[in-house]
């Protein structure tokens, strides 16, 4: 049988998803697939997609299902034969009823979903102190300060912050979250996919968590 991992990652802004992301890639050789990340490189090439998403990040709204779910799945038909980790998507039933159908077509199936869990105070806290240079490489005023105040430690490029982080929009996309993503807490339960993980725990003690059980996973799909 396939041991392939086919993974989302989901929970609310700054649980943590891009954070454990960037190691569990390491750990499992995955392609990393990051609607964020690929919608912000749309809106900065001035692409015809990333103007039309603009304007739903800056207001912390999600970007209409149509857009969203044709670049991923073109993302997937490129990067995801063997696997792939999803970040931020699905974000909807609506998507997440489309990838479903595009597994299936394909005679693949989800491994899990992956939930990192926070309230809406740390994810405040943690978001407002947020840092990233243009590569993607992410930080914490705080709790993950780079050695040089404002500059990447991997690759020297300025930290900044991003254009949806300030206090009134992150309310919104929390507020989008509960109400259109939440629901796949259920969704998943329910098809037996769902792993929860505490994400206000340290990031080290999150990543153990989640790799124990994903390497769980892999030795069961392998009986
Ligand atoms: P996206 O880029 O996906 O943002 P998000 O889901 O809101 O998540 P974030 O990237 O803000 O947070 P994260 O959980 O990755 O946290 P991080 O690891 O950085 O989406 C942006 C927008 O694009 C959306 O609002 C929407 O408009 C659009 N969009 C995207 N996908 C879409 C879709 N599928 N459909 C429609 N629209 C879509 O961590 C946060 C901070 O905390 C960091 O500073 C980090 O250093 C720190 N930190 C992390 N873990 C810990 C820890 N354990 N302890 C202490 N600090 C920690």
Known sequence: MSTELNLILFGPPGAGKGTQASRLREDFDLPYIATGDMLREHRENGSELGKEAESYMNDGDLVPDELVIKMIMEEIEGKGDDGFLLDGFPRSVGQADALGEEIE???RRLTAALL??????VVLQRITGRRQCSNGHVYHVEFDPPKHEDVCDQCGKPLTQRDDDKPETVEKRLKTYHGQTEP?????DERGLLRRFDGTRSQTEVHDHI???LATLRLEERL
């Open 105 to 107: 077509r394909r005679g």
């Open 211 to 213: 790799r124990a059980t």
């Open 184 to 188: 796949l807490v259920d969704y998943y």
């Open 116 to 121: 990192v869990e926070a309230s809406d105070e």
